[in-house]
């Protein structure tokens, strides 16, 4: 929820945490989340879309953002300019920024901007969350900018952790020599209360912090460099059993002692005839036939 007291100016919540007012109301925690929506994208990403037009510096005019909002989003017909200045003025990440009547964003964007952030008072070492699938790659490369025009470095590891969680639960945390960089060339600006970016980071002014995530990281890689070295020693060479000698005995048979098996044991299921029955068959004479008597009858 978004107030302002009429002593300490705007605060978030229900009280104000210096004298416990509860102020005046602005807007509900919804409309404040909605709205912060509708700036992130305007400012950072597509101000084109809503008809408005940003300098080379990512500033808008407030009047022209507020009447362009009001017609795209009609829940917001009651927005004003100090609105926009609470919303801004209690913003935890100070993502926006704002100089007479212009506003901008301070970090974040996809679009061609020419930022001209503060550069001094740089701490000496930054942070930066990623992956386990991608630290490898970036310890390697370095850091460049992906799906945003720069890199983006946080101030203390907790706060490198804590952005790291929107994409996984345990991020693992790079240390980054700001110091060092900044010594070889690289331009790093001061963008938000926690947050710094640059063009990028060369891998030689960046380190895996000591933590859970990482130590698991270290462990994984001493496991494989063991595995190759283990596959890159020769074998030890297998003792194989002699074969045995084979003689004229327990030789295999060749292709014409098999040729001639098969022959004779094809004579020896010839069929043969039957002695008996053909000596019997000779002897047997033809019987001749007996003429039968005719005797006359008696009368």
């Given at each position: 929820?978004?107030?302002?007291?009429?002593?300490?100016?705007?605060?978030?919540?229900?009280?104000?945490?210096?004298?416990?007012?509860?102020?005046?109301?602005?807007?509900?925690?919804?409309?404040?989340?909605?709205?912060?929506?509708?700036?992130?994208?305007?400012?950072?990403?597509?101000?084109?879309?809503?008809?408005?037009e940003m300098d080379t510096q990512g500033w808008i005019v407030i009047n022209a953002l507020i009447q362009a909002v009001r017609r795209r989003a009609s829940q917001f017909h009651w927005l004003r300019p100090h609105h926009?200045?609470?919303?801004?003025?209690?913003?935890?990440?100070?993502?926006?920024?704002?100089?007479?009547?212009?506003?901008?964003?301070?970090?974040?964007?996809?679009?061609?901007?020419?930022?001209?952030?503060?550069?001094?008072?740089?701490?000496?070492?930054?942070?930066?969350?990623?992956?386990?699938?991608?630290?490898?790659?970036?310890?390697?490369?370095?850091?460049?900018?992906?799906?945003?025009?720069?890199?983006?470095?946080?101030?203390?590891?907790?706060?490198?952790?804590?952005?790291?969680?929107?994409?996984?639960?345990?991020?693992?945390?790079?240390?980054?020599?700001?110091?060092?960089?900044?010594?070889?060339?690289?331009?790093?600006?001061?963008?938000?209360?926690?947050?710094?970016?640059?063009?990028?980071?060369?891998?030689?002014?960046?380190?895996?912090?000591?933590?859970?995530?990482?130590?698991?990281?270290?462990?994984?890689?001493?496991?494989?460099?063991?595995?190759?070295?283990?596959?890159?020693?020769?074998?030890?060479?297998?003792?194989?059993e002699p074969e045995p000698i084979k003689t004229e005995k327990n030789k295999e048979p060749t292709a014409e002692k098999e040729t001639s098996k098969v022959k004779d044991k094809e004579k020896s299921t010839v069929r043969?005839?039957?002695?008996?029955?053909?000596?019997?068959?000779?002897?047997?004479?033809?019987?001749?036939?007996?003429?039968?008597?005719?005797?006359?009858?008696?009368?």
């Open positions: 929820m978004l107030r302002q007291c009429p002593e300490h100016g705007y605060f978030r919540g229900e009280k104000c945490s210096v004298c416990t007012q509860k102020g005046r109301f602005l807007m509900s925690d919804n409309e404040l989340n909605s709205l912060g929506r509708i700036l992130a994208g305007i400012l950072r990403h597509f101000p084109e879309k809503f008809k408005l926009i200045l609470a919303l801004v003025e209690t913003d935890p990440k100070g993502r926006y920024e704002i100089r007479n009547n212009l506003i901008r964003a301070t970090y974040g964007h996809s679009i061609d901007v020419d930022l001209d952030l503060p550069t001094d008072d740089i701490p000496e070492k930054l942070y930066y969350p990623t992956t386990t699938e991608e630290v490898d790659l970036l310890m390697e490369t370095g850091l460049k900018p992906s799906d945003r025009k720069k890199v983006h470095l946080s101030k203390t590891s907790e706060d490198a952790e804590n952005a790291g969680k929107y994409r996984v639960p345990n991020p693992i945390i790079l240390e980054i020599d700001a110091k060092g960089s900044i010594q070889a060339g690289n331009k790093i600006q001061h963008a938000a209360t926690s947050v710094f970016i640059t063009s990028e980071i060369s891998p030689e002014f960046i380190r895996i912090i000591d933590s859970s995530a990482s130590q698991a990281i270290m462990h994984k890689k001493v496991d494989v460099e063991n595995t190759i070295k283990t596959l890159d020693e020769p074998a030890e060479p297998e003792l194989l043969k005839p039957n002695k008996k029955v053909e000596k019997n068959k000779k002897s047997k004479k033809p019987k001749t036939q007996k003429k039968k008597s005719t005797k006359a009858k008696s009368d």
